[in-house]
């Protein structure tokens, strides 16, 4: 499991990134990790986290899951894109990169 250090902070030199970054967390008491929101003009964004549980956590790695934001701000996951119908687990900083890319395009 990577430490607070290691993932707060990660998307900071990410500039095109880091600008819809609309929360971020890490919480070793509530769920034990990181946790971190981005938001795009589409509606569409991301729910990106490294805690006990998730996809890859074991290795170093991150999970995704794709969301979509209503009218009042709030947001659940959608399954109903053409990036994933699924959850991503398992991703490098840099496939998480690139998958918020293609989820701002989309």
């Known amino acids: 499991m990577l430490s ?4 707060v ?3 900071d030199n990410q500039p095109l990134i880091k600008k819809f970054l609309v929360e971020e967390t890490f919480s070793p008491e509530e769920y034990k990790g990181y946790h971190a929101i981005f938001k ?3 509606k569409f964004g991301a729910s990106v986290i490294h805690h006990e549980g998730s996809y890859g956590v074991d290795s170093g ?3 995704l899951a ?5 009218e009042d701000g ?3 996951l959608t399954y109903e894109t053409t990036i994933t119908d699924d959850v991503l687990g ?6 998480v990169i690139d998958t918020l890319v293609q ?4």
């Open 66 to 70: 794709v969301i979509k934001f209503n």
């Open 61 to 63: 790695l991150l999970e």
């Open 4 to 7: 607070e250090k290691e993932l």
């Open 74 to 76: 709030k947001w659940k």
């Open 90 to 95: 398992y991703l490098t900083k840099n496939e």
């Open 40 to 42: 795009f003009d589409n």
């Open 9 to 11: 902070g990660m998307f």
């Open 103 to 106: 989820i701002k395009q989309l």
